[in-house]
């Protein structure tokens, strides 16, 4: 393996794009330390350790998949989330506005107004989310003045009146700012580096957190024989384990998995010569959809809590319905949550599963080459056979990731692990690392055997 990875840098293309990669990683990892400006971190960090669990979870939650840090204020608070947001807008939109659905069939210049359309509305998301997150986290007082996380300074300029819509505006553009930037350094990475830009950018996020959870979980590890009904045990940390080596061996199982359809290509004389007549396989992967069905729901789910706690801030039978179901949608662990995140999750297989593969288009292109599955004529027999067994395949994926969704839950109320650690070490966080990690091997391994050498996973 060591020389596989010496190999790596030892071809100038590619060690010029892991290089590349690896800096804007850095620079990333970079502006995530850096806070907004008159911001007392100390106060914030205790301000979210006050936060009711259910909240904190939550918190903790949207921060996995937007690769942002929501319990500090920095330049970088929101991540990368807003980007996803307006890509899934567009997606859903190009599905039913027919403007948008024309632009995706024009090829290259049409996704490149897309990518446009994206950019724009990107910023349009960061001005709104940095604003309700500025409004929620740094700027909720219980005493009312508005500016207990502040520093010294900015909290005598307050006292005046002369800082407060200034400082907010400064601070909305800051992160707006920062968001756009990600995004920018996302798509540098799909053009000049290698792997999936923000799919690393968010992976770079998540792996950077665990080890703090892990420190955290073994702070409270008394590594005795207790029991799983007293503290975090030697058996709830076995168990733990097993869960990770479990999660990781099913990722990388269902990754690989494919279902291959047997094809035939029909023969053909040119001069003296037969051509065709070989026997191939069409493979089908059992996760089409990879982790975005997650990430799209994810991204969803965090929208109803923060609408339904600004309604249920006031007082009645109305505001106070409205708060119930804020805190029961914003409630990672109640049942309610986790049937519409399995049902969302289901919902954006078969959808992201049926815009990256059309079985129509692949049938009339089997048939213009001469190809055929035994057994289905050319044309709508293959269409529909085509069809049925990506339904069937896209339901075994979307079982699997709805049950790695649901795992941290299951960690966190049966054994008492913190819901943080559970998420990390046992769930989506790392179904989300591993993804992306192996699809980065892929890309590698691809460039390696363009050049004739043996890849990383031979």
């Known amino acids: 393996m060591l020389e596989k990875l010496r190999l790596i840098f030892t071809i100038p293309e590619l060690r010029n794009k ?10 990333y990892r970079i502006g995530w330390q850096i806070p907004l400006p008159m911001i007392d971190q100390e106060a914030v960090s205790e301000f979210a350790k006050n936060m009711s669990g259910d909240l904190t979870k939550f918190l903790a939650k949207v921060s996995v998949f937007s690769g942002s840090q929501l319990n500090q204020a ?49 910023v349009v998301l960061c001005l709104i989310q940095s604003a309700g997150y500025l409004w929620f986290v740094i700027m909720a007082d219980p005493t009312g003045t508005g500016a ?3 520093t010294n300074e900015a909290f005598e300029v307050a006292s005046t009146g002369k800082l407060t819509l200034g400082w907010q505006m400064t601070a909305i553009l800051i992160m707006t700012s920062g968001s756009v930037f990600l995004m920018w350094l996302g798509e540098q990475i799909d053009e000049y580096g290698i792997g999936n830009g923000i799919s690393l950018l968010i992976m770079a996020g998540i792996v950077a957190m665990m080890p703090s959870a892990l420190m955290s979980l073994l702070r409270n590890a008394t590594f005795e024989l207790n029991g799983f009904n007293s503290g975090i045990g ?30 035939q290509s029909a023969k053909h004389v040119r001069g003296r010569r037969v051509y065709g007549g ?7 992967r059992v996760n089409q959809a990879g982790v975005m069905p997650i990430i799209f729901a994810q991204s969803l789910l965090m929208i109803p809590p923060f609408i339904f706690g600004y309604l249920g801030g006031g007082e009645g039978y109305f505001s106070g319905m409205m708060g119930g179901l804020g805190n029961l949608l914003g409630d990672p662990t109640s ?19 049926a815009i990256t593969f059309n079985p129509k288009e692949i049938s ?36 699997f990731l709805a049950l790695i969704a649901v795992v941290p839950t299951i960690i966190s109320e049966l054994l008492g692990v913190d819901y943080m650690v559970a998420s990390f070490y046992g769930g989506t966080g790392l179904l989300i690392a591993v993804s992306v990690a192996f699809d980065l091997v892929q890309k590698i391994d691809s460039h390696l055997v363009m050049r004739n050498h043996a890849g990383l996973l031979e």
């Not at 892991?18 to 620079?27: E, N, Q, S």
């Not at 986790?338 to 919902?347: G, K, R, S, T």
């Open 18 to 27: 892991v290089l590349f990669t690896l800096a804007l990683l850095a620079v």
């Open 74 to 122: 920095t330049i970088f608070g929101l991540g990368i989330m807003p980007y996803i947001s307006a890509s899934i807008i567009l997606q859903l939109m190009g599905t039913v506005y027919k403007p948008l659905e024309e632009l995706k069939k024009e090829g290259e210049a049409g996704r490149k107004k897309i990518n446009e359309y994206t950019r724009y509305l990107t």
């Open 148 to 150: 207990q996380n502040m």
């Open 234 to 263: 030697l058996e709830k940390i076995i168990m733990l384990v097993m869960m990770f080596v479990g999660v990781v061996v099913g990722v990388v199982f269902v990754t690989l998995g494919q279902r291959r359809i047997p094809t």
């Open 278 to 284: 070989t026997r191939q396989y069409m493979p089908l």
């Open 335 to 353: 049942m309610v949550y986790n049937l519409i995140y399995i049902a969302m999750i289901y919902f954006f297989c078969y959808f992201w599963t």
């Open 364 to 399: 009339d292109n089997m048939k213009d080459n001469g190809t055929f599955i035994p057994g289905y004529r050319p044309g709508r027999r293959t269409e529909d056979y085509l069809e049925k067994v990506i339904e069937r395949i896209t339901y075994v994926g979307a079982g």
